[in-house]
């Protein structure tokens, strides 16, 4: 079948009857830009868009927009003149492409109720259209194999027979902005994609510990912001924040089992620093109830008890074969079990405490100052986002 055009159906957004135009806006914008390398055209409207193909095939536009996130599904149609002469002779052009001796059945949506013919009677023409040219089909209304919808609408007649289904949720940038705390592990882009499904804008940062952590180690943390950005077609900022000095110093001056629970202070304290640099509303990370010690309810409570600014935990409750199926849903998993160290593997204590007591906690605080330390990490932190890493691939190619 040649189609021309992709029906795009709307998520959630027919919830939103206030701000329906600029969330219908938004996501018009996000397909155009990942479509901008092709022909194809975005027409939205407030129920649907319809996306022109001009001659670009149907499975690759799909492909582009498909983890876009507002879109419930897509169907490739074909748009056809209001006539009943058209209208039959696609519905056999469709049928031709069903497998032999299989079912369908034909559902006609007239929106258009000025049109001469009926809905029950388009069905019985184009179902008698169909076995007369395709004999070896049957028609089975209640489980068929096949489905070919005819939509009779103002401006033409849709036809098409595939849905294929997005990802749901609201178009990013109808959400607000987080900062994603992304280690090089599974959990934390899973946790990013959740959240930029809602419709979040995110930007990640990264604590790295040289020489403790290797370059690779980095590099993973990175080519997960290329994945992340590449499915979601933005270019996601990622904030690596020089963590050395500071773990060294919590290293020397706080008990083995408690080491944990004041380092991850310190990352929560300098990622509410960074989110208010960037206008961010809210931290988001990968942490999992109960996985580790420092995921116990004792742990998050002593941890997060350094900022008032809500952390978002999208995968708090899930099962770690969940996670594993999003993460390889994401195509994040390959790169996230590669096996670099991270900063926190590498000065992990023995035995972590799982209900650390805040008050001890704060008293060995109390002895280092790392007042200067932390201005230090957040003046000499680097930002890295894919444009760079395809400018150097760009370099490389002259
Ligand atoms: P992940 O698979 O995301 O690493 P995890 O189950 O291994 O998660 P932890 O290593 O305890 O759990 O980390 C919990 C969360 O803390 C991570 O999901 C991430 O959001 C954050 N985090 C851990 N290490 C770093 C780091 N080096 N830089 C930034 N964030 C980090
Ligand atoms: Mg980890």
Redesign the pocket.
């Known amino acids: 079948m040649k189609y021309d055009h992709i029906l795009v159906r709307y998520g959630e957004l027919t919830l939103k009857t206030k701000n329906r135009m600029m969330f219908v806006g938004k996501l018009k914008s996000r397909m155009e830009r990942a479509l901008n390398s092709t022909e194809a055209v975005v027409r939205a409207n407030r129920d649907r868009a319809y996306i022109d193909l001009n001659g670009e095939d149907e499975t690759q536009v799909i492909n582009k927009i498909k983890h876009i996130s507002g879109i419930l599904s897509m169907s490739p149609v074909v748009k056809i003149e209001k006539s009943i002469d058209e209208m039959k002779e696609y519905a056999v052009k469709f049928a031709n492409g069903f497998k032999k001796a299989s079912t369908f059945k034909i559902e006609v949506k007239r929106a258009d109720k000025n049109f001469p013919l009926k809905t029950h009677d388009i069905q019985q023409l184009l179902g008698t259209e169909v076995l007369t040219y395709e004999d070896h089909l049957i028609v089975d209304v209640r489980k068929p194999d096949y489905k070919l919808m005819v939509e009779v609408r103002f401006d033409a007649i849709y036809m098409y027979s595939d849905v294929v289904l997005g990802i749901g949720g609201l178009p990013l940038g109808t959400g607000g902005k987080a900062l994603l705390?992304?280690?090089?592990?599974?959990?934390?882009p899973v946790?990013g994609f959740e959240i930029m499904k809602r419709g979040v804008e995110i930007e990640a940062?990264?604590?790295?510990s040289p020489p403790y952590t290797s370059e690779m180690s980095l590099d993973k943390v990175k080519k997960l912001i290329d994945i992340m950005s590449l499915k979601t077609g933005e270019h996601i900022k990622l904030h690596v924040i020089p963590f050395t000095d500071l773990q060294t110093t919590v290293h020397d001056h706080v008990p083995d089992n408690l080491s944990m629970t004041t380092t991850r202070r310190i990352?929560l304290t300098l990622a509410k620093r960074l989110a208010t640099e960037i206008g961010a509303e809210a931290i988001v990370?990968?942490?999992?109830l109960g996985?580790?010690a420092?995921?116990t309810l004792t742990s998050m409570f002593a941890i997060n008890e350094v900022t008032s600014m809500p952390v978002l935990r999208p995968l708090l409750t899930l099962e770690k074969n969940e996670i594993i199926k999003k993460a390889v849903e994401f195509e994040t998993y390959e790169t996230?079990i590669l096996p670099y160290e991270?900063?926190?593997t590498i000065f992990k204590p023995k035995a972590p405490k799982t209900r650390p007591n805040l008050e001890k906690v704060k008293q060995f605080e109390s002895k280092m100052d790392i007042t200067e330390k932390l201005e230090i990490a957040l003046k000499n932190h680097t930002i890295y986002t894919d444009e760079e890493r395809n400018n150097e691939e760009f370099t490389g190619l002259l």
């Not at 705390?181 to 934390?188: A, E, K, Y």
């Not at 940062?205 to 790295?208: D, E």
């Open positions: 705390m992304l280690s090089g592990g599974i959990d934390s946790a940062i990264h604590f790295h990352m990370n990968g942490e999992n996985q580790v420092s995921q996230s991270d900063c926190c």
